[in-house]
């Protein structure tokens, strides 16, 4: 790996306390989002996260501005009036909440043995947080911009980006720009994403063989726990929890509940046993004869992630993330031929692929400062993620996971490596000034 530059190390270490410092306040704030209240559309904490966001902005040097508590920014370079386009940097301030798998307090930053813990260090508070820094860092150098940037703080990506469409009514989307929210490389292709609920009506009183159905059940990850409660005795289930883009990396539990369902009687046991059959285990859909990939985005990704009993319904929710190249309604329509005539489908979520022009000027330039800096090879990739590159025209997710760092997001004992954070600080410094100056 290439000897990281002693003038950025220099730069990076004198304002190591300060740095942490920033970091630990903004992850003291636990920005996970609520009901919209007086002049807070995403809830209290995640407008507290934005305004400290833009206090800190304030005070290292930069100009400020926001639209309707939803979006915050920092400016640097020429003014708006000198130059009409601006390079931006979005990020997210809204982070998902906690259930109790952590071995630290996730609102209180956590640096033991070279790694940073806590909620929202590495979605997305550190990363957005370290281009700030690498803003900074180069303002503090009084190097002169050629052209503007924009770091951008949002604060409702997690449950769906309702901000950025807000943005976006007032200010016009960046020439380019990154979201630093995903994977390193560069990353210029996002998959389609659809999360369904299939509801099965149970008419024959079936049903009644199950007394209570519970568990940990949230769109944004596979379960490790849950509980079944059949003529009075529960059953436990236990297992390890995924972000619902890595599935494969969990030990789901929702496969062993089915299993143990699926001797019960009636249409009951034919919706589980249709489970165990149709999805089981798998994370890709094969019984389902989802036989689709490609070479842009390798094959279909299919995550099991609720089972739920409402009144006379049995429904359980899945979320597939198709490749690039594949349109949601084949799978969709796909799906349908594998359904009972008495199941039912409803779509919660729908987000559709996304391909970027990885020739992009400066995409180029980015993989090439990637490579550099990290000895890693910088060529392009695509995800299986939902980024904010979906939500505004022109940008790209970049970082802040290196390679090999998978289903770290949305669990317990959330990382980053100190030294990872501060890489790809020097990476957006390099990349900065590549582009701008």
Known sequence: ??????????????????????????????????????????????????????????????????????????EFGPLASE?????????????VDVVNDWNYDPFDLTLEDGYIYGRGVLDNKGPILSTLLALYLI???????????????????????RDIPRYLKVEKP????????????????????????????????SIKQIDELTGEFDHSFLPDYATVTLKGIQTVFKGSKSPSNAPDLADNVLPKLVEHCQSLRGQTGD????????????????????????????????????????????????????PVT????????????QMPNTMTLKINRSFPSII??????????????YAEDTGLNGEPVTTTGVTYARAMPNIVAFGPSFP????????GNEWIKYSDWQMMTEIYYDCFIAELC
């Not at 130059?83 to 982070?95: R, S």
């Not at 009084?142 to 924009?150: N, P, S």
């Not at 020439?175 to 389609?192: H, L, N, Q, S």
Request: hydrophobic share 35%; with cysteine.
């Open 326 to 337: 594949i349109a949601e309604q084949i799978v969709l329509t796909q799906l349908e031929t």
């Open 139 to 161: 303002k503090k150098q009084g190097i002169t911009l050629k052209k503007r940037i924009r770091i951008m703080f949002g604060t409702n990506e997690e449950m769906g980006s």
């Open 83 to 95: 130059c009409d386009e601006y390079f931006g940097v979005l990020g997210h301030l809204d982070v």
């Open 1 to 74: 790996m290439k000897t990281v530059r002693s003038d950025f190390n220099k730069l990076f270490s004198e304002s190591k306390e300060e740095f942490l410092n920033y970091f630990q306040q903004l992850v003291a704030i636990p920005s996970v989002c609520g009901n919209e209240t007086f002049n807070a559309p995403f809830g209290i904490e995640p407008k507290r996260a934005l305004k400290f966001m833009l206090d800190l902005s304030s005070k290292l040097g930069f100009r400020i501005g926001q639209v309707d508590n939803c979006v915050g920014w920092a």
């Open 271 to 322: 919706f589980f046993k249709w489970i165990q059959e149709k999805i089981g285990t798998q994370t890709n859909g094969k019984n389902l004869d989802f036989n689709y990939q490609d070479t842009e985005s390798g094959e279909l990704q299919l995550s099991f992630y609720a089972l739920k009993l409402l009144d006379n319904q049995l429904q359980l929710s899945i979320s597939m993330r198709y």
């Open 356 to 369: 970027r022009n990885k020739e992009a000027d400066f995409i180029k330039k980015f993989s090439k400062i």
């Open 174 to 205: 960046p020439y380019a720009g990154i979201t630093p929210d995903c994977k390193f490389p560069i990353v210029y292709g996002e998959r389609g994403l659809v999360d369904i609920t299939i509801t099965e009506r149970i008419t024959d009183g």
């Open 404 to 411: 090999g760092q998978k289903g770290i997001a949305h669990k």
